[in-house]
């Protein structure tokens, strides 16, 4: 039972790079998001999507950019890499609140293990 | 908007004692969900357990019990028997009814078990 698999684990960027941070989940929720986390900080949202075809800005959109054209992959890009960007990201899924699969405890979000991204 | 705020940065346990996180949060809107993740030091999240707003009773799963206050808007973990495999970052994180059920988390606060 895989949940959501995020790969690199870790990788080092140059300033300027760019890359594409893979997430892939397949429990078939609709919902999945992208949050950062900083050292000694709780995590934040940088994107999330309701389905297929459809994303929205979280609390910290700015220098990224994501896709959802299955309902299993939600890719985050990089496109210019900065130095504030180093950060542990995680992707997260969960079913969305009308989804008669879900069941009890609150249907809480599933996380990946994270990427741990360095620009130097 | 909402907030969550963890007050504890650090906490300290003897192995087998009780421990209390605390956690309050800040919405006006009258539903809600409170959720606690555990964050070990190999980094992955690990859901512990859920709270609803209307939920009657306090939540429990296995050694994790949640103190909810509605009124005093806290959300405070109670870890039962320490171990020492409980040392670990705790986040209180919170969902609002009608969103895209994304979560907003707290600062965290880092849980040491001492034998």
């Known amino acids: 039972n895989a949940g959501v698999t995020q790969t690199p684990k870790f990788r080092i960027l140059k300033i300027g790079q760019s890359m594409t941070l893979q997430c892939t989940q397949d429990m078939n929720h609709n919902y999945m998001y992208w949050y950062r986390q900083d050292p000694g900080m709780g995590l934040k949202l940088i994107y999330y999507?309701?389905?297929?075809?459809?994303?929205d800005k979280g609390e910290v959109p700015n220098g990224y950019n994501v896709s959802r054209s299955t309902t299993e992959d939600f890719p985050l890009r990089l496109e210019l890499a900065a130095p504030s960007q180093t950060s542990v990201y995680f992707c997260?899924?969960?079913?969305?609140?009308?989804?008669?699969?879900?069941?009890?405890?609150?249907?809480?979000?599933?996380f990946g293990d994270g990427t741990r991204l360095s620009i130097l | 908007a909402q907030k969550i705020t963890q007050t504890q940065p650090g906490m300290f346990v003897q192995e087998k004692e009780a421990v209390t996180l605390d956690c309050t949060y800040d919405?006006?809107?009258?539903?809600?969900?409170l959720f606690w993740y555990k964050q070990p030091s190999s980094g992955e999240m690990i859901f512990l357990i859920y709270?609803?707003?209307?939920?009657?009773q306090n939540a429990t799963e296995g050694r994790y019990s949640l103190n909810f206050q509605k009124a005093r808007k806290s959300a405070n973990l109670v870890i039962s028997a320490s171990q020492l495999g409980d040392s670990a970052m705790y986040f209180c994180a919170m969902r609002l009814s009608g969103s895209a059920r994304q979560l907003t988390f707290g600062s965290g606060t880092q849980l040491t078990v001492l034998p």
């Open positions: 919405t006006s809107d009258p539903s809600y969900g």
């Open positions: 999507s309701v389905g297929a075809g459809i994303t």
């Open positions: 709270q609803g707003s209307y939920d009657q």
């Open positions: 997260a899924s969960s079913y969305s609140s009308s989804d008669t699969r879900a069941g009890g405890r609150g249907q809480p979000q599933h």
